[in-house]
């Protein structure tokens, strides 16, 4: 009995984890790479700190599995993506699309800026400096292009990085102008990344999962189309599908300010071998991407 009771329990705690590998969103994180980080590069440096912090806070969180760094990096340079502008959500999209994931992480640095000044108080002269800085994140549907959450923030801190007593002796403390910068800089970015870790991990929670349903191109193997469906969801050889690919008409919904998007032809499939959960074919016209939809051949 006691034994009954044991297995019971390891086959519960196994399927709530396969329950949880199902449901696991994919995520790839990823820095815009604007203009203005392709022109001054402090900030594509800041971009890219923040990309990093991002990726270690959400790393491990329940319902999230994030795409590794390496992978992007390959997939950026690979196809020409890595000194681009990627800052529009139709080219991250894309980039998702690429990836496999299902929603993308766009991390942009907007602001950033360090100064310093003196305050002179009786026998004390204090060098104050102080880090201002700016980011915000877009969630977006790497299907539709849509941005479903695009949260921000920001930090602004002062701190004393030398103070100099004249009485009764001359004596100076502090770390220095540019030690204190470098500190202040560290703590902009952990309380930046934190904030949008926090504010990301509650739209993530709240946005759509990609249908079940959906059939899609899983890749190119042996120079055929593969696609994530077979027979157990009803395909079968010779049956013909229409490969579309969602883009962007560069016109915005004036409801809602989100690109409209519309559904472009790529290919005609001919299922050739329909295994039992994925089947390959031959693909008539252009060459299909991974995550392209797959539909019924409309006569």
């Not at 104050?128 to 479903?148: C, F, K, P, Y």
Request: hydrophobic share 40%.
């Amino acid at each position: 009995m006691r034994l009954t009771k044991v297995l019971f329990a390891l086959a519960f705690l196994l399927s709530l984890q396969v329950l949880h590998a199902q449901s696991a969103k994919r995520i790839a994180i990823l820095a815009g790479n604007g203009p203005l980080e392709r022109t001054i590069p402090g900030y594509a440096i800041g971009e890219n700190r923040l990309v990093g912090a991002l990726t270690g806070k959400l790393a491990g969180q329940p319902g999230i599995t994030l795409i590794a760094q390496t992978d992007i990096d390959m997939l950026l340079k690979t196809q020409n993506f890595e000194n681009s502008d990627r800052s529009s959500p139709e080219t991250a999209a894309r980039i998702g699309r690429l990836l496999g994931a299902a929603q993308i992480v766009q991390a942009n640095y907007t602001n950033g800026s360090q100064s310093s000044h003196q305050e002179v108080s009786g026998g004390t002269t204090k060098v104050i400096a102080s880090v201002e800085a700016e980011g915000n994140v877009r969630l977006i549907d790497v299907e539709t292009g849509q941005i479903l959450a695009q949260p921000s923030s920001s930090f602004k801190q002062d701190a004393v990085a030398t103070e100099i007593r004249k009485w009764p002796v001359v004596k100076t403390t502090g770390d220095g102008l540019q030690a204190t910068w470098n500190d202040l800089w560290t703590k902009a970015t952990e309380a930046i990344s934190q904030d949008l870790a926090d504010k990301l991990t509650a739209a993530l929670a709240q946005a759509p999962a990609a249908p079940a349903a959906s059939i899609l191109v899983a890749g190119i193997v042996n120079g055929g189309v593969l696609i994530n469906k077979g027979a157990n969801a009803g395909i079968k050889n010779g049956e013909q599908l229409q490969i579309v690919r969602m883009v962007s008409t560069g016109v915005t919904d004036p409801a809602t300010n989100q690109a409209i998007l519309q559904k472009q032809k790529v290919c005609v499939l001919t299922v050739t071998d329909a295994e039992d959960a994925s089947s390959s074919g031959t693909c008539a016209g252009d060459t299909p991407q991974r995550n392209d939809i797959a539909e019924p051949l409309q006569p």
